[in-house]
């Protein structure tokens, strides 16, 4: 419940609801406390969708439901729908079934170098930011023995973002794997598949790819011009 003078908080953060996309503002720190500071949402999303100055500002239209703010918060403030928890938790339990290494990789990452997609443990995102540790630890739990996400474009990305909050989120999952004792490697990779070159080195495949791939989209090529996501949210 939204305590008396911090509604207008509460009502700005709702503004992000969507059929696709849960926001609880009363979850929210910023609500619930009147000397809480937490700037978390702000600080990791990436298209500017939240941004908190003197006040907290919400601009709906630049939601690109990408995930990061529901990793970011401490509080459980948002929840993307499409894809849920509960779809990436079934599709990493089937991709386990199928492997014991589990790859996590995003969707450009995927376009850029189809051959991923023959990784029986291969799980999309559309951002490893989107991780988190239940997700992680439930990859272990269902059967994984190395739990790899594969960060190759992350650096040039414009949810770069998202690769320093997946690190936090790694670093915390190898914390709770010792204190649970469960055995597993949990880690980056910039390889496309075990045993490939790191994808930096892969300058032919990617301008291959980038030649084909829609307007607008991040390649090499395009390093000097403006960053543009390569997402259908048109950042
Ligand atoms: S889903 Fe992504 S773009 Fe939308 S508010 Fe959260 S972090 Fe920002
Ligand atoms: S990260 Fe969560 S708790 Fe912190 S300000 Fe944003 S919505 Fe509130």
């Known amino acids: 419940m939204a305590v008396r003078g911090f509604q207008p908080w509460a009502d700005e953060l709702a503004a992000l609801q969507t059929d696709n996309f849960e926001v609880h503002p009363e979850q929210c720190v910023r609500v619930r406390h009147r000397q809480a500071r937490c700037t978390r949402c702000a600080d990791f999303c990436p298209t500017g969708a939240i941004q908190i100055g003197t006040a907290l500002k ?32 079934a599709g990493l ?70 690769r320093k909050l997946a690190n936090d989120r790694v670093a915390t999952t190898r914390t709770l794997l010792d204190a649970l004792g469960m055995e597993a490697a949990v880690r980056f990779s910039e390889q496309a598949l075990p045993g490939m070159p790191a994808l930096q080195d892969r300058g032919t495949e990617r301008a291959a790819a980038s030649a084909t791939g829609p307007a607008g989209s991040w390649s090499r090529g395009q390093a000097d011009g403006p960053r543009r996501c390569p997402r259908l949210c048109g950042i």
């Open 58 to 89: 919400v601009v709906p239209l630049r939601c690109a439901q990408c995930g990061l703010c529901l990793a970011a918060c401490p509080t459980g403030v948002f929840g993307p729908k499409r894809p849920g928890d509960a779809d990436i938790m």
């Open 93 to 162: 339990e089937r991709a386990a079934q199928r492997s014991e290494q589990v790859v996590f990789a995003c969707s450009l990452l995927l376009r850029k170098h189809r051959r991923m997609r023959s990784h029986p443990g291969l799980v999309e995102l559309d951002c490893l930011g989107r991780l988190h540790e239940s997700l992680l630890v439930g990859a272990v739990a269902a059967g994984a023995r190395d739990v790899v996400l594969s960060d190759g474009l992350c650096e040039r990305c414009t949810y770069e973002v998202g």
